[in-house]
């Protein structure tokens, strides 16, 4: 039997190095990428699989979702004709929270005031219009070490946010929101910043909220992105459970995920949810993020990332569960097109 297979051994080699070298790199260059694709095929039946069935009629809205809102609403440009649409637009839906952007912070931490000169008319408009909504400060900015931003290791500048968190507050916000990008999974500094945070929310009855990076759809994902990239777009599900712990609601980016078709996206999205809400606390309101805009690139396929598909896949992964910590968020307003409004009223607000 060893001579038969060495002398097929022998027959296999001596055809290979009759074809033409040519010939011989194509055929090696395709195997190796028959061999990459193996496990990618499989990852995409397998979120294909996540798509596949009909959500629950209990998967419906808990009224806990929320909507980001741009820099306009605070600045002066918005009217009361605006907030007019706002409210009609808002009406009958579950959402509870709005985030109005009223940052960015400065690298350093810190807060310009004079940035929302406006923030009083929109409190006292939004109060007035659509009495129950809690209006959240976003507050923002590029985190190093990947981008030239804050450095939340630095004690002086998470004391420079917590001032500022006072600020926001101090004018009538009904809570914060962190959108701090990229953190890093693993960051320390971070977790510190919202040690420090926590307790002031705490103490003035409001909610501390973040916006929240994918978790790793893959054990150990995130490593290989900063390794390949030197991008932390994902966050272990132990640091994801970590920040949930440590804030009143956490609401998932679960968009630009470069998934090419709309089935793919949408069992991404019910598999992050899956992931979302065994790491997420009881007590914290879990939001999962709606792609509420258009983009064709790389890392956002318009007609893949849907706010239709993001809606069905987290109905699928919360099914029957009694949760009521749980809601959608959309992002942004001034992006959502009525066919946005309409798919997540469609399939969430019933």
């Not at 993020?289 to 396929?301: E, I, K, N, Q, S």
Request: proline fraction near 6%; charge should be neutral.
């Amino acid at each position: 039997m060893p001579l038969r297979i060495a002398a097929g051994a022998a027959r296999v080699r001596a055809r290979w190095r009759g074809r033409p070298r040519l010939r011989r790199l194509v055929t090696a260059l395709l195997t190796v990428l028959g061999l990459l694709l193996l496990p990618v095929g499989g990852a995409a039946a397998a979120l294909r699989l996540q798509y596949v069935g009909e959500p629950p009629a209990e998967a419906h809205t808990r009224g806990r979702d929320a909507l980001w809102l741009g820099h306009a609403w605070v600045d002066g440009r918005r009217t009361d004709a605006d907030l007019t649409l706002l409210a009609a637009r808002l009406a009958g839906t579950g959402i509870r929270d709005l985030y109005v952007h009223t940052g960015p912070l400065a690298h350093d931490g810190s807060l310009d005031a004079s940035l929302a000169p406006g923030a009083s008319w929109f409190l006292d408009g939004v109060h007035r219009r659509l009495p129950g909504l809690r209006v959240q400060a976003w507050l923002g900015d590029v985190v190093a070490p990947e981008k030239d931003g804050l450095h939340l290791d630095r004690p002086e500048v998470r004391t420079r946010i917590t001032v500022a968190v006072v600020q926001t507050l101090a004018l009538g916000f009904e809570g914060v929101h962190f959108d701090l990008e990229p953190v890093r999974s693993g960051s320390e500094g971070f977790l510190a910043l919202l040690d420090q945070i926590h307790p002031l929310t705490v103490s003035s009855g409001v909610p501390l909220s973040v916006a929240a990076p994918q978790i790793d759809p893959l054990p150990g994902l995130h490593r290989v992105g900063l390794a390949v990239a030197d991008h932390g777009k994902w966050w272990s599900k132990e640091y994801f459970a970590e920040v949930a712990r440590r804030v009143d609601q956490i609401a998932v980016m679960s968009y630009d995920t470069g998934m090419p078709l709309e089935s793919l996206y949408g069992g991404y999205v019910a598999r992050q949810t899956e992931l979302a809400l065994a790491a997420t606390p009881d007590r914290v309101d879990l939001l999962m993020g709606l792609p509420a805009y258009w983009a064709d690139d790389v890392g956002h396929r318009g007609s893949a990332e849907t706010v239709e598909a993001a809606v069905r896949g987290a109905r699928l992964a919360l099914g029957r569960s009694g949760r009521q910590s749980f809601g959608l968020a959309l992002y942004v307003d001034f992006t959502a097109t009525p066919e946005h409004w309409n798919a997540y009223r469609r399939g969430w607000c019933r």
